[in-house]
């Protein structure tokens, strides 16, 4: 049986791993967080002022690709554009306010120029605009993440396009 893979995507802290895991726990899909896989072994260095690994690119490719072909994964990155467009089926932009952001970012330990630059990257759309250049626009949507509430939302609705998609492609 052929399953959907899926793309979430949007900035740190917009709730991509919660949806993700959760997404999986209720459809069977495989998640997979591109952040845990490079902290582990696919990196290419490490960026002092974000404090975070860099990640190589090609070698997720690499890492990735039979699992892709083979469908029903979830993959949650915050960026998009170095993936294959012809991975996903459909793509999730998640968005947050930034009040919501903010506090969610300085939690992680987030400060100085990284919390800037990643509340300025939600307020510029930067991911959505990426999402949108790099796939077919007619697969890409976004999805408010705020609250509690916006992500039961998501999950039924990604719950029902993930049903519908099976239903038509089996």
């Known amino acids: 049986m052929r399953r959907p893979n899926i793309l979430l995507t949007g900035t740190p802290g917009v709730g991509k791993s919660t949806l993700g895991k959760e997404l999986a726990s209720r459809t069977g899909l495989t998640y997979i967080s591109v952040g845990d896989l490079a902290k582990e072994e696919l990196?290419?260095?490490?960026?002092?002022?974000?404090?975070?690994?860099?990640?190589?690119?090609?070698?997720?490719?690499?890492?990735?690709?039979?699992?892709?072909?083979?469908?029903?994964?979830?993959?949650?990155?915050?960026?998009?554009?170095?993936?294959?467009?012809?991975?996903?089926?459909?793509?999730?932009?998640?968005?947050?306010?930034?009040?919501?952001?903010y506090d969610r970012l300085e939690s992680r330990g987030y400060k100085g120029k990284k919390l800037q630059d990643n509340i300025q990257c939600e307020i510029f759309q930067t991911l959505y605009e990426e999402a949108m250049l790099s796939y077919r626009k007619e697969i890409v949507h976004q999805l408010?993440?705020?609250?509690?509430?916006?992500?039961?939302?998501?999950?039924?609705?990604?719950?029902?396009w993930i049903e519908q998609w099976t239903k038509d492609n089996n």
């Open 43 to 101: 990196y290419e260095g490490f960026d002092e002022e974000y404090e975070c690994p860099i990640l190589d690119e090609d070698r997720v490719i690499d890492e990735l690709e039979d699992k892709m072909r083979e469908g029903g994964v979830i993959v949650d990155y915050h960026g998009c554009d170095f993936f294959p467009e012809h991975w996903f089926h459909i793509v999730f932009v998640l968005r947050t306010d930034n009040s919501f952001l």
């Open 144 to 160: 408010p993440s705020n609250t509690p509430e916006d992500l039961e939302r998501n999950l039924d609705q990604i719950v029902q």
